[in-house]
């Protein structure tokens, strides 16, 4: 077997430490000086990791940046989510979103640097591990902040329940009309709870080849990593967990249709009891489309009111399936006001959602130099929510 030749790769290493002539831009990159370098603080970011000559295994580098990639994502989550608390407090369900869809992205990109991660063998591992101290993941800031920024996000739905007077359970009854927003935004919640909660699978699983997950094993901070399985099933958000486990108990077989049974088609004559097949349907001309009675309102629902019985069983009301409805009784949407028109409004300053208070009425303008202060009043003053 032929020992490898590091005196070219020696070479190429110290060319990439280096300065690099770009000859598009005829200039050098790598000195701190460009645009780019001085905006992104790359000559901190590149030098934040243990110097080549020093690492004590060449994979030291992947499991440093990995880590330290994980830090910056969990922080860009854990703001996202102050910004989504403030949508939500100010009922901007539908910007919240938009929000929660980056956040989500981000948690994506977690789970797929753990994977790169599973590329160093326990050997290597070994070697490392002798450098980290009793370094563990739950001393992760990131980690700590996503948890309460969680609690945040979980206290912010409670109190929009609040302010519409619905339980988590009406929002996912059928025909829940005007909680479509908060439905969305509860299913956002849980796509979030489902990525963090796979994020702590791959980092089992990594831990699980790469060290072994046994009782016996146990992990710098001196807990066996058995605890990890346990761990990773916890949720962020328990109640919207609990309420599947409450429409499913209240679910009844009752209402559905036999399979391989022609199912009419204005979605009526469901079946009996179970286990009864239904008559066959008479040869007549379908029936005239039904005209819906007006939406109810979801907002309506007192908290403290008990359920219908079995509303998930319902069929799907028939609001957007064509041939359905009349649309001569349709109400139309309002026509929005014109909005002032103005000379390119995309260089105005985004408007303050979370990032400090809102500006005073204009007669408290000038009150007092204590309303001025506290208007002025740096970001982190304002507490976590």
């Not at 007077?165 to 509860?186: I, M, N, P, S």
Request: aromatic share 6%.
């Amino acid at each position: 077997m032929r020992t490898p030749d590091y005196s070219e790769a020696e070479k190429l290493r110290r060319q990439l430490e280096s300065p690099m002539f770009n000859a598009l831009l005829k200039k050098w990159v790598g000195k701190g000086e460009l645009d780019y370098e001085v905006y992104l603080k790359t000559p901190t970011l590149l030098n934040l990791q243990t110097p080549s000559e020093q690492l004590v295994h060449h994979d030291e580098l992947l499991f440093q940046l990995t880590h330290q990639a994980q830090e910056l994502w969990l922080k860009l989550v854990s703001m996202e989510a102050v910004e989504v608390v403030a949508e939500m407090d100010g009922d901007l369900l539908w910007p919240a979103t938009g929000r929660l869809e980056r956040m989500l992205r981000a948690m994506r990109c977690l789970v797929a640097e753990m994977n790169i991660l599973e590329t160093m063998t326990p050997d290597t591992y070994q070697i490392i591990r002798r450098s980290l101290g009793n370094g563990s993941g739950q001393e992760s800031p990131g980690y700590n902040a996503l948890r309460l920024a969680a609690d945040g996000l979980e206290a912010a739905l409670e109190r929009v329940l609040t302010r519409r007077q619905l339980r988590l359970l009406d929002v996912y009854k059928v025909g829940a009309y005007g909680a479509e927003d908060l439905k969305r935004v509860c299913e956002q919640l849980v796509d979030l709870d489902e990525l963090f909660q796979n994020w702590l699978y791959t980092h089992y699983q990594m831990v699980r080849r790469i060290i072994g997950v046994d009782r016996s094993i146990k992990a710098l901070d001196g807990l066996p990593t058995q605890v990890l399985a346990g761990r990773m099933t916890l949720p962020l958000f328990r109640k919207l967990w609990e309420v599947r486990v409450e429409m499913t108990n209240a679910w009844k077989r009752d209402g559905g249709y036999q399979p391989g049974v022609n199912r009419p088609a204005d979605g009526t004559a469901p079946l009996g009891p179970p286990g009864v097949p239904p008559s066959a349907p008479p040869i007549s001309p379908p029936p005239p489309p039904a005209v819906l009675p007006p939406p109810v309102t979801v907002a309506a629902v007192a908290p403290d009111q008990a359920p219908s019985d079995d509303p998930w069983s319902k069929p799907e009301p028939p609001t957007s399936r064509r041939g359905f409805g009349d649309p001569t009784t349709a109400t139309p949407p309002p026509i929005p006001a014109a909005a002032p028109t103005s000379e390119d409004p995309w260089s105005r300053p985004e408007p303050p959602t979370s990032r400090r208070l809102p500006p005073a009425p204009a007669e408290e303008a000038s009150s007092s130099p204590e309303a001025d202060a506290r208007l002025t009043r740096p970001p982190k003053a304002q507490g976590q929510f």
